[in-house]
């Protein structure tokens, strides 16, 4: 941890030599003592200090100063610090100044010259000065703050955003946080430009789109080359799994994701049956060691970028971004994945962020403090949001229309679930209205045909999902429900022989356009399961080399 800091300014060279060695004898030990010799100077130096956001504790300045007076710099630094202790050093003819100065900078003591014997007349008050800094002097928090109102959907969104790309940050709500309030006025800002992003290199934005806030964390969104051998689109664990390998095995890999790494995965709070992990780890753990991976033996990123058409061009596959820029490339692997289904009910939509979450229950678990939540769905995404919300959740009930969990849940689950005395499943049941003015404030649950209106701060829906595959349904076979066909079950569509001209079969993974395949939970017949969509990432990389060298 950094010293604290005294800082003291006086332009006459034998004054400040002796304050300084007094000083030193008596604080150096847990202070670092600075010196400047003019008023000027020393409004530079708080500067620097609050740029590198060094603790400043205590300010001792000298009153009479040619260009700058020390009030002047007192009523700087308590400006730029405000818990720092200001002292001023007055000769006695301008005690007078020094009185007034009480009020205007608010000065915490003055001190005549000369101060001896220092042990009577300067350590006792500066002890005391320093002890109450001490006391009060909360370590100034130097990441990324989030500044906006509980119930906004957009807060919600850039929390999601933060933690999915793990990034350490403090969130503040501007309704009951003092600090946040006073942060914003700081910055020139009001409440409609909530949510504000305080980044750790000091920049402060407001209403950032996650494109913005992406190029503020230095995470790329522009394509580095003119072409590659190989773009993924997606990065959930199988398109990371292919970046890793497509990077380490000497391929141009460009990986292409909307939102953040991890895709489904990044958004489970304990991956309890992944190989390796005996304790499990949570997906956004997985997500960014797998990402962290992949750019080390490199791969590149960019993000937030959304892939919305694909084409073929003399001969390669052109991928065009939701910011209208393509990317030229050999070959495509598809790792779109899913997307969660939504519950249409009455105001779900209106609600969605402001207390309705889909698959948001890391990010907003804390918020849930103490409260009554709900979880809809019976899988084992439901069931980890369970476990986790009930760590923080006074009650969690989960809402599912069959008898009990055994068909749609793993057994580990189940049992978890049953120990755990502050969950309640409410089986025979359904969400019939979500309900609250500007944030969810109670459900009408259907239980058995037994409508109820119960208080709930939240509600979490995993009731299914569908493949994230529109845009590129035109280009490749997908079955009735938008699934890629790929190799063996591709062959067996009645539409292959219109559409596949190649001498060769396609390859396990391939599409019905050559060099463009598909891996993970977007392809027909997947198993989704973290261990499989890896899996097929992994192969997907393989066949790309097959197809590479015809
Ligand atoms: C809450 C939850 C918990 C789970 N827990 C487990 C578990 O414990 N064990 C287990 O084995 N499985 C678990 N699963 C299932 C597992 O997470 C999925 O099977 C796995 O994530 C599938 O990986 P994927 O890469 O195929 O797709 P996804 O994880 O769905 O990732 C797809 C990615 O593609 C991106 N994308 C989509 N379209 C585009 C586009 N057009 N342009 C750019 N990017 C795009 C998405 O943003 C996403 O990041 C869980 C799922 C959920 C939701």
Not at 99 to 127: C, F, G, M
Not at 185 to 190: D, E, T
Not at 290 to 314: H, K, M, N, Y
Not at 518 to 532: E, L, P
Request: negative net charge; aromatic residues 8%; proline residues 5%.
């Amino acid at each position: 941890m950094k010293k604290p800091i005294i800082l003291t300014v006086d332009d006459d060279a034998q004054v400040l030599n002796a304050i300084t060695r007094d000083l030193r004898q008596e604080f150096r030990q847990e202070y670092r003592i600075l010196s400047v010799n003019s008023g000027p100077e020393a409004l530079k130096t708080l500067d620097e200090l609050r740029a590198r956001a060094e603790p400043l504790a205590l300010v001792l300045a000298d009153q009479r100063m040619p260009e700058v007076e020390g009030v002047e710099v007192l009523t700087r630094a308590r400006e730029l610090f405000p818990d720092t202790k200001r002292v001023l050093l007055t000769a006695y003819a301008d005690t007078s100044a020094a009185i007034r100065a009480i009020n205007s900078a608010q000065l915490d003591y003055y001190l005549l010259k000369p101060w001896d014997p220092p042990e009577h007349l300067l350590y006792p008050t500066l002890e005391d000065l320093l002890a109450a800094w001490q006391a009060t002097h909360k370590p100034r928090y130097d990441g990324v703050r989030l500044i906006g109102f509980q119930w906004s959907p957009l807060s919600h969104e850039l929390k999601d955003f933060l933690s999915g790309y793990m990034v350490g940050y403090q969130w503040l709500d501007y309704e009951t946080s003092p600090e946040a309030q006073a942060l914003v006025k700081a910055r020139g800002f009001g409440p409609t430009d909530l949510p504000l992003v305080l980044c750790a290199d000091g920049a402060a934005v407001p209403r950032p789109t996650k494109g913005l806030l992406a190029e503020h964390l230095g995470i790329a969104n522009k394509p580095q080359q003119e072409l590659y051998d190989v773009v993924v689109v997606g990065a959930g664990p199988s398109g990371l799994a292919a970046a890793v390998y497509g990077a380490s095995e000497g391929l141009k890999t460009l990986v292409v994701e909307r939102q953040t790494p991890g895709g489904q995965a990044g958004t489970s709070s304990r991956i309890e049956n992944y190989l390796g992990f005996p304790t499990g780890l949570s997906g956004a753990e997985l997500a960014f060691r797998a990402w962290t991976q992949a750019v080390r033996l490199g791969a590149e990123f960019i993000a937030p970028q959304e892939v919305s058409s694909l084409c073929i061009q003399d001969g390669y596959k052109v991928l065009t971004l939701s910011n209208g820029s393509e990317v030229r490339t050999k070959a495509v692997i598809l790792t779109t994945g899913v997307s969660y289904r939504t519950l249409d009910v009455p105001g779900m939509d209106r609600l969605s962020g402001a207390g309705v979450y889909y698959g948001a229950a890391r990010t907003e678990a804390r918020s849930c403090d103490q409260e009554d939540v709900y979880i809809v769905g019976g899988g084992n995404s439901a069931g980890q949001a369970a476990m986790y919300l009930a760590t923080y959740a006074r009650r969690v009930f989960i809402v599912i229309r069959g008898a009990n969990l055994s068909a749609s849940m793993s057994a580990y689950l189940i049992e978890q679930i049953r120990n755990t005395p502050n969950i309640e499943l409410l089986p025979h049941s359904h969400i019939r209205e979500a309900c609250g003015q500007d944030h969810l404030e109670a459900v009408v649950v259907d239980r058995n045909g037994t409508v109820e209106k119960r208080p709930a701060r939240a509600l979490f829906v995993f009731i299914g999902t569908r493949p994230s595959t529109e845009w590129v349904c035109e280009q490749v076979i997908c079955d009735g429900k938008g699934f890629v066909l790929t190799g063996r079950d591709l062959v067996q569509d009645p539409r292959y022989g219109q559409v596949w001209k190649k001498d060769r079969e396609p390859y396990l993974l391939e599409t019905c356009v050559p060099g463009i395949f598909s891996a993970g939970d977007s392809r027909a017949g997947a198993m989704a399961r973290v261990a499989s969509a890896v899996g097929e990432g992994s192969m997907a990389i393989k066949f790309v080399h097959q197809y590479l060298d015809e």
